[in-house]
């Protein structure tokens, strides 16, 4: 299985802000279509997961603009330019290379 | 717009069965590959179970195999998750996923299954 790893654990950001969320996984997520596929996700509580990007740096549909996905391999981060008080939760990673679909552990976000 | 609604969660005992269902509406479901991914209190997403559009390819996570069954049927936009033989452990709230560009791109609101005599 690939292990996700997934730093910092946690992360307390003035609004306004930047906040960055580094992604490791124990193997490549380059897959022989070209394609790496390493993907983000903020579960706010109460809810269910919102996927922001999708393979590495693709912004889903309606995700703001301030959240920047990038990487290559096994080392990936997500980039919050701005922390806005929406933005809290719980951010994972996930790969989607290979069976079984991985998570990192998560990171918490919180606003000081 | 894409739905996905959960349903069949609840209070089952060690040992006992559960069947769970997701209605999925404002897309083809017939189409897509679907997933379950399950998040225990207090603790990270699991992935669970995946099925093909036609329902005749499954993939079972090492902790389920043997015990779940994931099934669909295409008629009804219906996706089903046959537990038995649950355990403690099995304790989680349970999603539905849709899949997007090889992402889960869409998840359901989840529901509750928790193991306990």
């Known amino acids: 299985d690939i292990v996700m790893t997934q730093t910092p654990l946690s992360l307390s950001v003035t609004p306004g802000q930047p906040a960055s969320i580094s992604c490791k996984s124990s193997?490549?997520?380059?897959?022989?279509?070209?394609?790496?596929?390493l993907n983000w996700y903020l579960k706010k509580p109460g809810q269910s997961p919102l996927l922001l990007i999708h393979?590495?740096?693709n912004r889903f549909s309606g995700v703001a603009d301030r959240f920047r996905g990038s990487g290559s391999g096994t080392d990936f981060t997500l980039e919050i330019s701005r922390v806005e008080a929406e933005d809290v939760g719980i951010y994972f990673c996930m790969q989607s290379l290979q069976l079984p679909l991985t998570f990192g552990g998560g990171t918490k976000v919180e606003i000081k | 717009e894409v739905q996905l609604v959960e349903s069949g969660g609840g209070l089952a005992q060690p040992g006992g069965s559960l069947r769970l269902s997701c209605a999925a509406s404002?897309?083809?479901?017939?189409?897509?590959?679907m997933h379950w991914v399950r998040q225990a209190p207090g603790k990270g997403l699991v992935w669970v179970s995946r099925i093909s559009p036609d329902g005749s390819n499954t993939r079972y996570a090492d902790s389920v195999k043997g015990r779940f069954t994931i099934s669909r049927d295409n008629a009804k936009n219906t996706l089903y998750l046959h537990m038995n033989s649950l355990r403690a452990e099995d304790t989680a709230v349970y999603y539905c996923?849709?899949?997007?560009?090889?992402?889960?791109?869409?998840w359901g609101q989840g529901t509750l299954v928790t193991v306990s005599s």
């Open positions: 193997q490549s997520l380059l897959h022989s279509d070209g394609g790496t596929y």
């Open positions: 996923t849709r899949v997007f560009s090889g992402a889960l791109g869409y």
């Open positions: 404002g897309f083809t479901f017939s189409n897509y590959w």
């Open positions: 393979e590495v740096s």
